[in-house]
Each structure stands twice: as C-alpha cells, then as structure tokens.
C-alpha cells in the first residue's frame, strides 16, 4: 500500500465515522492505524503518511485525558477534499 492510499484511507475514515472527527471531535491517535492491514501497523510508510498528513495540517493534535487525540483541521476542509478529489459539501 502506497502512503498516498493509506493517507486517503485515514481522512476518509476520519470523515466517516459518526461523528465525524472535525475540530473538537476528536480520537485517540492509536485509532489512526485502526482499518489498515495488520502487517502495515506500525511501519514507516505508514509513519511517514501521518507525520506528512500532520505536516500539511490536516490533522491536528491535542493532548485530552492524558492521551494524544487528533481531529481533522476544520480550516483545511477544502484542501482535503481535493486531496481527496471529492465535491466539498
């Protein structure tokens, strides 16, 4: 899997879990790998997706009951969207 692929699959699914991850919804960043193949978890093409995905700011980052918790960047909507080459709602 190509860290492209693994990015969109970690933004789509941040995007469609109820509710969605945006802003103040947030989730613990171990969930980040959740849903991709168990032999990817923990390697550094997936390492490298999420540190560029924090990078573009895409994702944001914040410290909650003791645990990092992420949350998509609500001021990047646009731009994941194209990133994603779907019609922002």
């Given amino acids: 899997m190509e860290k492209r692929a693994i990015q969109e699959k ?4 941040l995007m469609s879990v109820k509710p969605p991850k945006w802003g103040n ?4 960043e171990d969930n980040l790998v ?3 193949p168990s032999h990817l978890r ?3 093409v997936v390492e490298k997706a999420i540190k560029e995905l924090f990078q573009l700011e895409f ?13 998509l960047n609500p ?3 646009e731009e994941i969207y194209r990133f994603l080459k779907i019609p922002p709602t």
Avoid: Y
């Fill in 42 to 44: 923990g390697a550094k």
């Fill in 25 to 28: 919804s947030h989730t613990e």
């Fill in 10 to 13: 970690i933004l789509r699914k």
């Fill in 34 to 36: 959740k849903g991709l």
């Fill in 75 to 77: 001021s990047k909507k």
């Fill in 59 to 71: 994702l944001t980052k914040a410290k909650k009951t003791g645990e990092w918790h992420v949350s």
